[in-house]
């Protein structure tokens, strides 16, 4: 943002400015950067904020003395007998199912979005094939959750009225409980994430790709490449910034999903993740030390994102 | 020439292939709930959505013995309608309609010279013509899931059913006046309406005033608070949820729009104000020059030149804080919860805590979908700009 820019005969008033940010400083101050250091305060002390969260250790308990309602969130539900237990009840948690959901629905919806964008653009009805695949952005998470409900629906007799057991009886198979065998039924929640999300992964890379020139493409077509060849080591190198954008845009939504979880398992059957938990602390089990613990480690978690998009901005600015 | 043209079309079949593969697969579940929320509830638990299209399935047993004469509708014989609930009642066990197969009619027997059917077979044409989806021609698409989500009607029926024999519940009055019940979807859209426009059009005014303060006017720190802005974007909901709502529980905002209202609007200003810095900033600015050199003030700047120009930035916004104002649940869920519910938070608590039949839920589902849809392919370019404006949005 270059102050040059700004012709000099506006550079009057020392008051002016301030008046036009005022409404908007005051509300972002009073709904983020108040709240965000309060609940640090808070994620110190006890269920009601009321005493030092060291006051809630039990004796011959493990304690972390102030930070007691991180030890909660980092270690409960983990068995760390061996290095196995470790790793297998670690999986379970919602810290491992957050890994999970990173992992899978952004190699899922940057893959098929790229996927997707570069089919789309060589037929005729593109327009309409992306407008289809980003409809579901438009919907609520809700929504999606009620029409994959329906989808993962487990009869308890020989109908079976949600298409995929319909198909998996149809070929011979036994129905399957989608929504309460634990392992599958995180993957199962995931494809949710995959078909809401995927259309926005392929809108921005699609842009991207159409602003790649023709004729870098050619030229490697003349040159011999396959078209293969020339999308990995031309097409790809190219969109690398772009794709790096959509994957950090993805790892931040996927960190805060909260909606898919509640309506379609509320978290049990081992499917928890981190959002839905800090929603569980707090307005279930009305414990807000622990609740706020919950989302200061999620908000460390995305502090480096914040670095990255705030670094993304000035490297931008510096070439306008 | 034409050789050319076939390899061409046949190098492109399994891009096609693999396209409209996908394009299945993203339809599919919506179009299921679509057609289940248009099914008579006895249907959607019975068979699959996708069994109304293929024929109306005909039962062996009744084909073997009955269809003959009575006509594969049942419909064949004036004077022995099996579609007729008076004349099948009398015969609702297998051993009674043995009995009446049994039986003469004008001196001839009842089945002719077909065998009597097994009374395995009986029971089975028996329970076929009692459903109404069975041998008559009831209708296999209904409103009535509609109209039942609209006024939150919570029996093992219709409310129509109940209506028209004055069973319904005590909070229904079988009137227009249903349609604005606490429990039903009816009133929840009207809270979301009453909900997601203040909390719309609210950041984007703010956003307009601050986005030409960091664009065209000179203050000091203005780089730096617009860097601090770009990081905020991205803080999650979650971080802010619980002091907020402590907040809102000792002054009273707990469960009231305007408290709603500001927590969106606090939410959606970083991105909403770094959309519209951006936007503006690109204006060219002999624009202003003139406008200063005229002696026009600040005030009438913004009036008269930023506000028309910035419709299109403008239009983006509105769309995108529409969309995520609508679809939320967590915030409803915190701030209003079960006092003034939104039609999210409405299907949410059937899921959880209800246990509603698909039938209710598919057609909530539906109409919660219908606005964002509307408001989708009607200005699905603004959303799409919007969003490659800068992809970031907590």
Known sequence: ?320 | MNRDRVNKFLSKVPTHFVVIFTLLVWIVPTFGLLITSLRPVQDINSTGWWTVFSPTPVNTSYATYCASCHGADGKALPNADLTDPNVMSKYSRSLQLLALLKKDINGQPHMGSTPLPSPQEAADIVSYLKQPAGTSAAPRFTTSNYVDALVGYRGTRTYAQDCAEGKQSPDLSCTARDFLNPRGMGRAFINSLLVTIPATILPILFAAFAGYAFAWLHFKGRYALFAILVGLQVVPLQMTLIPVSRFYAQVGLNGTFLGVWLFHTGFGLPYAIYLMRNFLGSLPSDLFEAAYLDGASHWTVFRQLVIPLAMPAIASLGIFQFLWVWNDLLVALVFLGGTTPVMTYQISNMVTSHGAGWQLLTAAAFLSMLLPMVVFFAFQRYFVRGMLAGAVKG
């Open chain 1, 1 to 320: 943002m270059a102050t040059q820019n700004v012709p000099k005969i506006m550079k009057q008033g020392a008051l002016a400015p301030w008046l036009y940010l005022l409404p908007a400083l005051i509300v972002m101050s009073f709904f983020i950067v108040y709240p965000m250091i309060n609940t640090i305060g808070l994620s110190f002390g006890n269920k009601n904020g009321t005493a030092p969260a060291e006051t809630t250790c039990a004796a011959g308990e493990p304690c972390w003395g102030r930070f007691e309602n991180y030890r909660h969130a980092l270690t409960d539900g983990i068995d760390f007998h061996s290095f196995w237990t470790f790793w297998v009840t670690f999986w379970g948690t919602s810290f491992g199912n957050n890994l999970k959901w990173i992992i899978l629905m952004t190699a899922g919806t940057v893959g098929i979005g790229l996927a997707f964008a570069v089919l789309a653009d060589r037929v005729k009805y593109e327009a309409l094939a992306k407008a289809v695949i980003f409809m579901p952005m438009a919907i609520s998470f809700v929504g999606a959750g009620i029409i994959w409900k329906f989808v993962y629906d487990y009869g308890t007799t020989q109908v079976q009225i949600g298409l995929l057991n319909s198909i998996v009886t149809s070929l011979g198979g036994q129905p399957i409980s989608w929504m309460s065998t634990p392992g599958i039924n995180t993957i199962a929640l995931i494809v949710v994430g995959v078909w809401i999300w995927t259309g926005f992964c392929m809108t921005i890379l699609s842009a991207a790709l159409k602003s790649v020139p023709d004729e870098i493409m050619e030229a490697a077509r003349v040159d011999g490449a396959s078209e293969w060849a020339a999308f990995w080591r031309i097409m790809v190198p190219i969109i690398m910034p772009t794709i790096l954008v959509v994957i950090t845009t993805m790892v931040i939504n996927v960190l805060k999903l909260f909606d898919i979880v509640y309506v379609m398992t509320g978290g049990n059957y081992g499917t928890d993740v981190i959002a839905n938990r800090m929603y569980t602390e707090m307005y279930k089990n009305f414990n807000v030390g622990r609740g706020t613990a919950v989302a200061v480690i999620l908000v460390v978690v995305i502090i480096p994102f914040i670095y990255f998009n705030i670094k993304r901005f000035i490297a931008q600015e510096e070439t306008r």
